[in-house]
């Protein structure tokens, strides 16, 4: 043992610290030189990319202050009117600003601040450009404690993406000193042009496949184009419909979420857009969302402004008159054509009857329209048709068609149809049902109209189901206003009777077709059960016209008979009801059964996709799946080309499909989507579709 000098334990300490402070040092080495290594790696890009496409300069607000925030600006330059910039979440392609500052020490640089952006779309991609001239400010917090001599040092380094609709260029500046320091530049319009922070707390939810945002807003403030940009990325469609409320002080948003993120996020920040250059920078907390208000204009950012009025008005008057030749509507004809006949004796008679029934189409139609608002509106996943959806209103329509084919059968007689009075409450009543007949085949010609009749304010919306009614019911009011046109018609005979027991026929198929789509809607123990219910209510019109015939009062009979049937079906059909599952195995296609998770999964598979919509009272749809789907010719080529088919059934009411209807734009079905490979947004088919055109579809894909 030895004892060692105080100077030999000093030297051996200082020399372990030495070494420990060398082994903490080498990963701080390491980490500098990788850091040194990806600047020089950075200054070599931006050597050779220049900014010749979009220049960029910087300027500085004035001297910094000690404690206060400098104001630093980054002003872009194209040098042509073709080239843009990108937001900071460019969307689905571009590239957003990256910028590394060099600033004394303690000193911070903020969150970059931006004008707000425009929506461009290219190839169903959404991108949010600058167009023109614009600058990005960048606050910098100076230190209460700074040293502050003029203009500091400061250097930096900025990469970016200059594109036009055909090529994208990358473009960098590396900034100096001498850069830093020039003085000047528009910071008054700059600062207006930046989106401010909304000085309240807006709150987001996630639901149903959508990202809903309740951003306050004072209800005096004007939304020409709404349109809100989100800042996170990988967490919204960008393309899609955006769904706006208005409620009071609040504006309630939906859009859907990417099908490619996860739908997580702490918080969500954006600009919410009033038009094409002012909005609000908004910061939105987790947190209960309702849906309530006035659903406001809202743009299709997948094809650019919305329709103007005037054309969704004309298609909605084109797409009603184009209704009476469709084939759920012929056997209403039957009605009208016997009520036009019966006007033919005094011109007073005929406009009446015209009114009358115009009156009942457009009623009907406006009503329909409203009440699938309101529900919307109370949050209720409807769309057009959705009366069709409902068991109850589908057996009410079956009673009405087996009466009215009795009665044109000449099994009974009402005397609303066959005596001299009550003509206006007749055509009235036959306004009525034709319009509920027609809605099933609305699609394929209101599907612009009635897709912004979902999105418009609601008396727009009324108005275009209004136009729907007119036209549906023109041909009708025109006859009975213009006497050439009533001249035409054949003079009132026997033939009146003949014909209407010829239109019992077409009546008599729409019956078996609605007890179809009953045992659909509520399976086979319901569609039993209303039978048994129908039968009673045939009996009791037999016995009517027996009662008629022989002169006797007949209608306290029927009363009688009729009571135990629809007492029985009262209590029956309830305790009945139960909704089959979809076939899908009896589709030469194979489909799978649609949902968003179906969806995502059959697209990530890198094949081509097809999706169609359908309901089994959808005239359309069972036309276009007989011509063109459901085709050996279809299902080889899909075979071939490896398509993937997907089914959405919209007999019964299903909120996802829906919603995602609404998300197309589109109000009802039929609805077919064709996914390519690789491309975000799928192109929608005509709603009317001819024998070879799935088949040529698949075969581009091969």
Same mark, same amino acid.
């Given at each position: 043992?030895?004892?060692?000098?105080?100077?030999?334990?000093?030297?051996?300490?200082?020399?372990?610290?030495?070494?420990?402070?060398?082994?903490?040092?080498?990963?701080?080495?390491?980490?500098?030189?990788?850091?040194?290594?990806?600047?020089?790696?950075?200054?070599?890009?931006?050597?050779?990319?220049?900014?010749?496409?979009?220049?960029?300069?910087?300027?500085?607000?004035?001297?910094?202050?000690?404690?206060?925030?400098?104001? =630093?600006?980054?002003?872009?330059?194209?040098?042509?009117?073709?080239?843009?910039?990108?937001?900071?979440?460019?969307?689905?392609? #571009?590239?957003?600003? @990256?910028?590394?500052?060099?600033?004394?020490? +303690?000193?911070?640089? !903020?969150?970059?601040?931006?004008?707000?952006?425009?929506?461009?779309?290219?190839?169903?991609?959404?991108?949010?450009?600058?167009? #023109? &001239?614009?600058?990005?400010?960048?606050?910098?917090?100076? %230190?209460?404690?700074?040293?502050?001599?003029?203009?500091?040092?400061?250097?930096?380094?900025?990469?970016?993406?200059?594109?036009?609709?055909?090529?994208?260029? %990358?473009?960098?500046?590396?900034?100096?000193? +001498?850069?830093?320091?020039?003085?000047?530049?528009?910071?008054?319009?700059?600062?207006?042009?930046?989106?401010?922070?909304?000085?309240?707390?807006?709150?987001?939810?996630?639901?149903?496949?959508?990202?809903?945002?309740?951003?306050?807003?004072?209800?005096?403030? &004007?939304?020409?184009?709404?349109?809100?940009?989100?800042?996170?990325? *990988?967490?919204?469609?960008?393309?899609?419909?955006?769904?706006?409320?208005?409620? !009071?002080?609040?504006?309630?948003?939906?859009?859907?979420?990417?099908? $490619?993120?996860?739908?997580?996020?702490?918080?969500?920040?954006?600009?919410?857009?009033?038009?094409? *250059?002012?909005?609000?920078?908004?910061?939105?907390?987790?947190?209960?969302?309702?849906?309530?208000?006035?659903?406001?204009?809202?743009?299709?950012?997948?094809?650019?402004?919305?329709?103007?009025?005037?054309?969704?008005?004309?298609?909605?008057?084109? +797409? !009603?008159?184009?209704?009476?030749?469709?084939?759920?509507?012929? %056997?209403?004809?039957?009605?009208?054509?016997?009520?036009?006949?019966?006007?033919?004796?005094?011109?007073?008679?005929?406009?009446? &009857?015209?009114?009358?029934?115009?009156? +009942?189409?457009?009623?009907?139609?406006?009503?329909?329209?409203?009440?699938?608002?309101?529900?919307?509106?109370?949050? &209720?996943?409807?769309?057009?048709?959705?009366?069709?959806?409902?068991?109850?209103?589908?057996?009410?329509?079956?009673?009405?068609?087996?009466?009215?084919?009795?009665?044109?059968?000449?099994?009974?007689?009402?005397?609303?149809?066959?005596? !001299?009075?009550?003509?206006?409450?007749?055509?009235?009543?036959?306004?009525?049902?034709?319009?509920?007949?027609?809605?099933?085949?609305?699609?394929?010609?209101?599907?612009?109209?009635?897709?912004?009749?979902?999105?418009?304010?609601?008396?727009?919306?009324? =108005?275009?189901?209004? /136009?729907?009614?007119?036209?549906?019911?023109?041909?009708?009011?025109?006859?009975?206003?213009?006497?050439?046109?009533?001249?035409?018609?054949?003079?009132?005979?026997?033939? /009146?009777?003949?014909?209407?027991?010829?239109?019992?026929?077409?009546?008599?198929?729409?019956?078996?077709?609605?007890?179809?789509?009953?045992? @659909?809607?509520?399976?086979?123990?319901?569609?039993?059960?209303?039978?048994?219910?129908?039968? #009673?209510?045939?009996?009791?019109?037999?016995?009517?016209?027996?009662?008629? *015939?022989?002169?006797?009062?007949?209608?306290?009979?029927?009363?009688?008979?009729?009571?135990?049937?629809?007492?029985?079906?009262?209590?029956?059909?309830?305790?009945?009801?139960?909704?089959?599952?979809?076939?899908?195995?009896?589709?030469?296609?194979?489909?799978?059964?649609?949902?968003?998770?179906?969806?995502?999964?059959?697209?990530?598979?890198?094949?081509?996709?097809?999706?169609?919509?359908?309901?089994?009272?959808?005239?359309?749809?069972?036309?276009?799946?007989?011509?063109?789907?459901?085709?050996?010719?279809?299902? @080889?080529?899909?075979?071939?080309?490896?398509?993937?088919?997907?089914?959405?059934?919209?007999?019964?009411?299903?909120?996802?499909?829906?919603? $995602?209807?609404?998300?197309?734009?589109?109000?009802?079905?039929?609805?077919?989507?064709?996914?390519?490979?690789?491309?975000?947004?799928?192109?929608?088919?005509? *709603?009317?579709?001819?024998?070879?055109?799935?088949?040529?579809?698949?075969?581009?894909?091969?």
């Amino acid at each position: 043992m030895f004892a060692a000098s105080p100077f030999a334990i000093h030297a051996w300490f200082k020399a372990l610290l030495l070494a420990i402070a060398a082994l903490l040092a080498f990963p701080t080495a390491l980490w500098a030189q990788e850091v040194d290594a990806e600047r020089e790696r950075a200054l070599t890009r931006i050597e050779r990319a220049g900014d010749d496409r979009i220049s960029v300069d910087l300027f500085a607000d004035g001297a910094p202050r000690a404690g206060e925030t400098w104001m =630093l600006a980054l002003r872009f330059t194209p040098s042509a009117p073709e080239w843009h910039g990108y937001w900071a979440n460019p969307g689905d392609a #571009g590239l957003g600003m @990256q910028l590394e500052l060099d600033l004394p020490e +303690g000193w911070q640089a !903020g969150e970059a601040l931006y004008p707000v952006p425009k929506r461009l779309l290219i190839a169903e991609l959404m991108n949010h450009i600058y167009e #023109g &001239e614009y600058a990005v400010l960048v606050p910098v917090k100076v %230190p209460a404690d700074a040293v502050i001599e003029g203009i500091p040092e400061v250097t930096g380094i900025v990469e970016y993406l200059a594109c036009t609709d055909e090529i994208c260029v %990358p473009q960098g500046a590396a900034f100096s000193a +001498g850069q830093a320091g020039v003085l000047g530049g528009d910071f008054a319009r700059w600062r207006a042009e930046v989106a401010p922070m909304l000085d309240a707390s807006a709150t987001f939810t996630v639901t149903d496949g959508a990202l809903r945002l309740g951003i306050p807003l004072p209800g005096s403030v &004007e939304l020409s184009d709404p349109h809100v940009f989100i800042a996170n990325t *990988q967490l919204v469609d960008y393309a899609p419909f955006q769904n706006f409320w208005r409620d !009071g002080d609040r504006l309630v948003v939906e859009i859907p979420l990417s099908e $490619f993120g996860t739908g997580e996020a702490e918080r969500v920040e954006g600009i919410l857009a009033f038009d094409e *250059q002012t909005g609000v920078r908004f910061v939105a907390a987790r947190g209960e969302v309702a849906v309530g208000g006035e659903r406001l204009v809202v743009m299709n950012s997948a094809e650019g402004a919305a329709p103007p009025l005037w054309t969704l008005i004309l298609g909605a008057l084109v +797409g !009603g008159l184009i209704l009476n030749i469709m084939p759920c509507v012929f %056997p209403i004809l039957s009605l009208k054509a016997i009520s036009l006949a019966r006007a033919g004796g005094g011109e007073a008679e005929a406009r009446a &009857e015209g009114l009358a029934y115009t009156a +009942g189409v457009v009623l009907a139609c406006v009503a329909l329209g409203g009440i699938m608002l309101a529900l919307r509106a109370a949050g &209720e996943q409807v769309g057009w048709a959705f009366q069709l959806q409902s068991p109850g209103v589908v057996i009410v329509l079956l009673v009405l068609a087996t009466v009215i084919t009795l009665n044109f059968a000449g099994i009974f007689e009402l005397p609303s149809v066959d005596t !001299g009075g009550g003509h206006g409450r007749s055509a009235f009543a036959t306004g009525l049902l034709a319009a509920v007949a027609a809605t099933p085949c609305t699609g394929p010609f209101m599907a612009a109209a009635l897709g912004a009749a979902l999105l418009l304010p609601t008396p727009l919306a009324l =108005l275009l189901f209004a /136009m729907l009614g007119l036209g549906l019911a023109l041909p009708f009011l025109l006859i009975g206003f213009v006497p050439p046109l009533r001249k035409m018609l054949p003079k009132p005979g026997a033939w /009146m009777e003949t014909f209407r027991r010829a239109m019992a026929i077409p009546m008599g198929l729409t019956a078996l077709a609605l007890i179809w789509l009953t045992v @659909q809607l509520g399976g086979r123990g319901f569609g039993g059960f209303a039978l048994v219910m129908l039968f #009673g209510i045939v009996l009791a019109l037999f016995i009517v016209g027996r009662l008629q *015939q022989a002169g006797k009062m007949a209608w306290p009979a029927f009363g009688l008979v009729v009571a135990p049937f629809l007492i029985f079906g009262a209590f029956a059909l309830p305790y009945a009801y139960a909704p089959p599952s979809r076939d899908l195995s009896a589709s030469l296609l194979e489909p799978q059964a649609f949902s968003r998770e179906a969806l995502a999964e059959a697209r990530n598979s890198g094949q081509p996709v097809f999706v169609w919509f359908t309901a089994d009272w959808c005239v359309t749809c069972k036309v276009n799946e007989s011509v063109a789907i459901e085709r050996e010719a279809t299902a @080889q080529a899909f075979a071939d080309a490896g398509v993937v088919a997907i089914v959405g059934d919209w007999t019964v009411r299903d909120e996802e499909i829906t919603q $995602f209807l609404t998300e197309q734009g589109a109000a009802g079905v039929p609805l077919y989507l064709w996914y390519e490979p690789g491309v975000a947004e799928p192109e929608q088919l005509p *709603q009317v579709l001819t024998p070879e055109m799935l088949s040529e579809r698949a075969q581009k894909d091969r």
